[in-house]
C-alpha cells in the first residue's frame, strides 16, 4: 500500500544472502515490482485505499512525469483563483488544492485529469474532477464583487472611482463581467 504515498516500508535486516540466494532474491524483486498495478493494490487494501482516495491522499499516479501531465488551462486558472478568494478553497495557493489522479480502482493513467482535493476544499466530499466542479459549481459572482467590495472599502473608494477603475482593467461594465475580468480586477486590487 505505500505506493502512491510516496514512501516504502523499511527492510528489515537480515543476514547477508550467499550469492545463488541473492540472485533468487533480485529475480524475484524484479518480478514482483512489474507485477504491481494499482487495480491488484486497491483489491488488497480495499478500506484503507478508499479511506484514503477520499480524502484525497491517496494517488498511486503521483510519481508520473511532468510532460504526460496536461497543462491548466486559462479557464481551470480563473476558476481557482476566483474560488480561493470567495473561500472555497483553504489554500494559500489554489494550485495546491489540486493533484494529478484518475479515479479508483484503475487509476487509468488514460483518464488522469486534474482533481481538487476534498479536504482543501468547503464543499466536496470526495476527489473531484476540476472541470466536473467548475460546470456544477460556477463562481457566483455576487460573492467576488462582496471580495471587490472588501478591497475597495479598505482604499475607502467611492462607487464612481470603483467604476472607473473596472472599466480601465476591464474595458467593460460591471454588469458585463466574467471570470476571466473578474480574475484580473482582484489581482490589480491586490497590487494597490
Known amino acids: 500500500m505505500s505506493r502512491g504515498f510516496g514512501a516504502t516500508k523499511p527492510k528489515r535486516r537480515a543476514k547477508k544472502p550467499s550469492a545463488s540466494q541473492a540472485s533468487k532474491v533480485r529475480q524475484c524483486d524484479v518480478e514482483a515490482g512489474s507485477r504491481f498495478s494499482p487495480e491488484e493494490d486497491w483489491k488488497v487494501n480495499c478500506e484503507k485505499?478508499?479511506?484514503?482516495?477520499?480524502?484525497?491522499?491517496?494517488?498511486?499516479?503521483?510519481?508520473?512525469?511532468?510532460?504526460?501531465?496536461?497543462?491548466?488551462?486559462?479557464?481551470e486558472e480563473e476558476w481557482l483563483f476566483l474560488a480561493r478568494m470567495i473561500g472555497w478553497l483553504e489554500v494559500d495557493d489554489e494550485l495546491d488544492a489540486l493533484y494529478f489522479t484518475a479515479a479508483p480502482p484503475?487509476?487509468?493513467?488514460?483518464?488522469?485529469?486534474?482533481?481538487?482535493?476534498?479536504?482543501?476544499?468547503?464543499?466536496?466530499?470526495?476527489?473531484?474532477?476540476?472541470?466536473?466542479?467548475?460546470?456544477?459549481?460556477?463562481?457566483?459572482?455576487?460573492?467576488?464583487?462582496q471580495v471587490i467590495a472588501r478591497y475597495t472599502k479598505r482604499l475607502k473608494w467611492k462607487p464612481e472611482r470603483i467604476t472607473a477603475f473596472i472599466r480601465e482593467v476591464t474595458n467593460k461594465h460591471s454588469n458585463e463581467l466574467k471570470n476571466e475580468d473578474y480574475a484580473a480586477i482582484l489581482l490589480e486590487l491586490q497590487r494597490l
Not at 65 to 74: D, K, V
Not at 112 to 123: C, K, M, Q, S
Open 49 to 75: 485505499q478508499a479511506l484514503a482516495w477520499y480524502a484525497g491522499v491517496y494517488n498511486p499516479l503521483a510519481e508520473i512525469e511532468p510532460e504526460r501531465i496536461r497543462s491548466i488551462e486559462a479557464d
Open 106 to 145: 484503475a487509476f487509468d493513467e488514460v483518464q488522469a485529469d486534474w482533481y481538487l482535493r476534498p479536504v482543501l476544499t468547503t464543499f466536496l466530499e470526495e476527489p473531484t474532477p476540476l472541470k466536473d466542479v467548475m460546470a456544477d459549481h460556477p463562481i457566483p459572482h455576487q460573492l467576488v464583487d
